[in-house]
């Protein structure tokens, strides 16, 4: 069983997304060609603890060498490929043997309350069209009331919103979940698309002056925000309220884990919420040092 092998099981059976297989397809390259592994048998304790030591010497362009949640996700794709290789009866390193690194309180950057109050009501207090006030406060009530991936609300169109029960519907391959909203994320998004009357069925949109322009060449039903516009969204709102944090998209994910683990959920129900593809995943989001 090699890694293509895995990558078909994640696709067809898990119904992992692309994103995800990507990933860990290069996780997992990335793991054998700096060990020089050739067969998944050959892979030793030892291989792992040189690819750890090898991740935490690692710089990226701006010589910043890598956190300490990225070479657990290296780690993460390693132990769930062991897992698969496990359940096919072949005898290989125990996925249990691979040990994630631990992550300080302080990398993890987690985002108090008080902070995401200042970042809910910063739309509001810009110069910007109301549209685009109730646009960009729509857009942060919801990320982070549902922990909702970027990508996911990219993607999503206005008719797959029940605002009878305020369940978002996200559906990935043969794979689905519903998401919550709270009620002030759906009233800011009720009121958002009270404002709009363009007929265009994506949810959010941009609101410039290029938008009619661009509209002539491609259709309606394709015109929507990118992954890349929300976080650049995300980004204007905590420089304009001056958090001393580093928020992105996976942080506002991660206070959402930690909001559900307060509540009490059990970490099973929050990766079912948070569509993570291994539980190791979501105990990385819920654990606090």
Same mark, same amino acid.
């Given at each position: 069983?090699?890694?293509?092998?895995? /990558?078909?099981?994640?696709?067809?059976? +898990?119904?992992?997304?692309?994103?995800?297989?990507?990933?860990?397809?290069?996780?997992?390259?990335?793991?054998?060609?700096?060990?020089?592994?050739?067969?998944?048998? &050959?892979?030793?304790?030892?291989?792992?603890?040189?690819? #750890?030591?090898?991740?935490?010497?690692?710089?990226?362009?701006?010589?910043?060498?890598?956190?300490?949640?990225?070479?657990?996700?290296?780690?993460?794709?390693?132990?769930?490929?062991?897992? @698969?290789?496990?359940?096919?009866?072949?005898?290989?390193?125990?996925?249990?043997?691979?040990?994630?690194?631990?992550?300080? @309180?302080?990398?993890?950057? =987690?985002?108090?309350?008080?902070?995401?109050?200042?970042?809910?009501?910063?739309?509001?207090?810009?110069?910007?069209?109301?549209?685009?006030?109730?646009?960009? +406060?729509?857009?942060?009530?919801?990320?982070?009331?549902?922990?909702?991936?970027?990508?996911?609300?990219?993607?999503? #169109?206005?008719?797959?919103?029940?605002?009878?029960?305020?369940?978002?519907? =996200?559906?990935?391959? #043969?794979?689905?979940?519903?998401?919550?909203?709270?009620?002030?994320?759906?009233?800011?998004?009720? #009121?958002? /698309?009270?404002?709009?009357?363009?007929?265009?069925?994506?949810?959010?949109?941009?609101?410039?002056?290029?938008?009619?322009?661009?509209?002539?060449?491609?259709? +309606?039903?394709?015109?929507?925000?990118?992954?890349?516009?929300?976080?650049?969204?995300? +980004?204007?709102?905590?420089?304009?309220?001056?958090?001393?944090?580093?928020?992105?998209?996976?942080?506002?994910?991660?206070?959402?884990?930690?909001?559900?683990?307060?509540?009490?959920? &059990?970490?099973?129900?929050?990766?079912?919420?948070?569509?993570?593809?291994?539980?190791?995943?979501?105990?990385?989001?819920?654990? /606090?040092?």
């Amino acid at each position: 069983m090699n890694i293509s092998d895995y /990558l078909d099981y994640l696709k067809n059976s +898990k119904h992992s997304t692309q994103k995800t297989i990507e990933n860990y397809n290069y996780y997992l390259k990335r793991f054998f060609n700096f060990c020089h592994i050739s067969s998944p048998e &050959d892979i030793t304790d030892e291989n792992v603890d040189q690819f #750890k030591k090898f991740l935490a010497q690692v710089r990226n362009n701006k010589k910043e060498l890598t956190k300490t949640s990225t070479q657990n996700y290296h780690l993460i794709a390693l132990r769930s490929y062991l897992d @698969f290789l496990k359940s096919k009866d072949i005898i290989t390193l125990n996925p249990n043997e691979v040990k994630l690194n631990k992550q300080n @309180f302080k990398e993890k950057n =987690i985002m108090s309350d008080n902070a995401i109050e200042q970042l809910l009501a910063a739309p509001m207090h810009t110069k910007n069209p109301g549209i685009i006030q109730n646009r960009d +406060k729509a857009i942060l009530e919801i990320l982070l009331c549902s922990g909702i991936k970027v990508s996911e609300l990219a993607q999503l #169109k206005k008719s797959e919103i029940n605002f009878n029960t305020s369940i978002i519907h =996200i559906l990935h391959q #043969k794979k689905s979940r519903a998401l919550n909203l709270s009620n002030q994320a759906a009233y800011s998004l009720k #009121k958002y /698309l009270s404002l709009r009357n363009d007929g265009i069925n994506a949810l959010f949109i941009r609101h410039d002056k290029a938008k009619d322009r661009q509209l002539l060449k491609i259709t +309606k039903d394709n015109y929507q925000l990118t992954p890349r516009t929300f976080q650049r969204i995300i +980004k204007k709102y905590v420089k304009k309220t001056n958090l001393n944090i580093n928020i992105t998209p996976e942080k506002l994910r991660q206070a959402y884990a930690l909001h559900l683990k307060k509540k009490g959920y &059990d970490e099973k129900t929050i990766q079912g919420m948070l569509g993570h593809e291994s539980i190791v995943t979501t105990k990385l989001y819920t654990k /606090l040092r």
